[in-house]
């Protein structure tokens, strides 16, 4: 994510970029989009060739994407230093939505955005410079702080799929939740953040942070010094993976079929868990490198898996991290 470090393309001839971004569309496993430093990239067959999408976009990094599930040829892209930008054609075209944002862009990067999963025109953006709503499609946005008075920096928003009012902020201080679809926010770091951090005035800088879509009380928190878990809608957290050899984590998704069945990757690779997180196994043969910047879970098919590495392109796995292939980003003549 916004953590990782950065560097080159090898499906241009050059030394292979980070895949910032991995975006899945929802119904059809054919269609995939990939960000790195450079580019926007969609693949129409599962990621065997592709296609440079950034028209109308300025240069700007790309750091986030999100894809309407109810039209998903509608995308949103986040950037660093020039808001969000929109597509209605399946990238094809892009037009700015800088309306609320406009103070902000200059210093903001949008490290994520959320479409809401009953109103697709309902969309929330995490930025360094706080979260921000949008009610119209991306139109114009408004900044949702209240509650959060600690801090300024967000990373990474997560919603409760069957209880939407909930949702929760991954923030340079922490995480925080909301019952009112972002309206409000209160701190809920028990057992998260030690006593000493406290009393020093530091914080826990939270990277990712994932609702359990088979229980929705179960939530995961991926920051840069561990992992942690709830299992009771935050109200107390509990580190896991203490075990793994890195504990700075840079990904992590979910199985949406299956609860308890985590990937979790930072710098040595990626790992996985089929018990909520109380055992991990090393899933990373055949990679060539094991820096990684993001993975995705097939909304389709759960066994596939995509991950974007930070100096060797991007992978897939056909069985759940087992084994990975390499997808250079081949462009289609």
């Given at each position: ?75 949103y892209a986040g950037l660093k230093g020039d ?104 701190k809920v770091h028990d057992g998260m953040i ?140």
């Amino acid at each position: 994510m916004l953590f990782a470090a950065l560097l080159g393309l090898a499906a241009c001839g050059r030394t292979s970029d980070a895949i910032v971004v991995i975006a899945l569309h929802p119904k059809n496993p054919d269609i995939l989009y990939v960000a790195t430093n450079d580019y926007i990239y969609k693949s129409r067959d599962e990621g065997r060739t592709w296609g440079k999408i950034s028209g109308g976009m300025s240069h700007s990094r790309v750091i986030s994407m999100a894809i309407d599930p109810a039209y998903p040829a509608t995308i949103y892209a986040g950037l660093k230093g020039d808001a969000v930008y929109k597509s209605y054609d399946g990238g094809q075209r892009w037009v700015p939505q800088k309306t609320g944002l406009d103070d902000v862009t200059v210093t903001s990067v949008v490290n994520q955005l959320l479409v809401d999963p009953l109103e697709n025109t309902h969309l929330w953006a995490a930025t360094t410079m706080g979260v921000f709503e949008s009610t119209d499609g991306g139109d114009s946005w408004t900044k949702r702080m209240a509650g959060m008075k600690e801090i300024l920096m967000v990373v990474t928003l997560a919603i409760d799929h069957t209880r939407p009012d909930i949702m929760y902020a991954g923030t340079s201080g922490g995480v925080y939740k909301s019952g009112d679809r972002a309206r409000t926010w209160t701190k809920v770091h028990d057992g998260m953040i030690s006593p000493a951090l406290l009393s020093s005035g530091r914080a826990l800088m939270v990277n990712t942070v994932l609702v359990d879509p088979g229980q929705p009380d179960t939530v995961y928190a991926a920051t840069l010094n561990g992992l942690y878990k709830t299992t009771n809608g935050a109200a107390s957290w509990f580190r896991i993976g203490q075990a793994l050899p890195d504990q700075m984590m840079t990904a992590m998704d979910v199985e949406p079929s299956a609860p308890g069945i985590l990937y979790v990757a930072g710098r040595q690779g990626v790992f996985k868990s089929v018990d909520g997180g109380a055992t991990w196994q090393e899933k990373n043969e055949g990679l060539a490198s094991l820096n990684i910047r993001s993975l995705a879970v097939s909304p389709v098919d759960p066994k596939t898996v995509y991950l974007g590495t930070n100096g060797s392109g991007l992978y897939r796995s056909r069985d759940g991290g087992a084994t990975w292939v390499s997808l250079p980003l081949a462009l289609k003549l």
